[in-house]
């Protein structure tokens, strides 16, 4: 299993405020795929990059892809309370099958 | 909406127990795949299905297997229910698998055994 880790575990800001989460292997990755879930509900994909060094924009979020492949961060300029949720990034591996989840970055933005 | 539904909502069952979880891909997408999801475990791969053949097995428990139907449904079931298998189940479903594999899920099933 190629294991992602995902830092911070816990992140709690003001709303406005600027934030990025990273997610980090040993392994490198076909692909990686970013998915926001909140409380009950399946996750939803966001985002999903391909080529090392790729970086894609969504509205006020930005992510990357290493280089290697094998690392991507989420970048939140300005975050409001609608962004708050858990941060997940998945990896497919070689095998092109199933999704490897990072345990996730539960995001809280107050007001 | 993400085109991918799963019942029932919510289960509640005893130790022992024997149970179903169904699960509709959306239109046009052959895989489905079978995550658990516990707090201390995270979202974890248990089995994917393409086009009604096995094609991946993740940390699926003996105790449990899956199937998926001509029509493209799948269901996973659980017998011999323990404490621990208490998770949030969720099916997802892709148009192909590969380099790229976008997984779309449905609101999942929470499971509680008592």
């Known amino acids: 299993t190629q294991l992602l880790e995902q830092s911070p575990q816990f992140l709690s800001i003001q709303e406005g405020e600027n934030l990025t989460v990273y997610c980090n292997s040993s392994?490198?990755?076909?692909?990686l795929q970013w998915y926001r879930q909140e409380p009950g509900e399946g996750p939803v994909l966001l985002v999903t990059?391909?080529?090392?060094?790729e970086v894609k924009k969504l509205k006020r979020l930005t992510f990357q892809f290493g280089d290697a492949r094998k690392d991507s961060s989420l970048h939140i300029t300005a975050a409001q309370p609608g962004d708050t949720g858990l941060y997940l990034c998945?990896?497919?591996?070689?095998?092109?099958?199933?999704?490897?989840f990072g345990k996730g970055t539960s995001l809280l933005v107050t007001p | 909406d993400s085109g991918v539904t799963q019942t029932p909502k919510h289960l509640i069952t005893a130790t022992g127990q024997r149970v179903t979880l169904r699960c509709s891909p959306r239109?046009?997408?052959?895989?489905v795949y079978w995550y658990q999801q516990s707090l201390d475990q995270g979202l974890q791969f248990l089995i994917q299905y393409y086009n009604g053949e096995e094609r991946a097995k993740g940390n699926i428990l003996e105790r449990f297997s899956a199937q998926q139907f001509p029509d493209l449904h799948s269901e996973l079931n659980l017998s011999s229910l323990e404490l621990g298998d208490s998770a949030l189940y969720f099916c997802?479903?892709?148009?192909?698998?590969?380099?790229?594999?976008?997984?779309?899920f449905g609101p999942g099933t929470r499971l509680t055994v008592l």
């Open positions: 239109s046009g997408d052959l895989s």
């Open positions: 392994s490198v990755f076909s692909s």
């Open positions: 998945a990896g497919v591996g070689n095998s092109g099958y199933a999704l490897n």
């Open positions: 990059v391909v080529t090392g060094g």
């Open positions: 997802a479903s892709s148009r192909s698998s590969g380099r790229i594999n976008e997984q779309f």
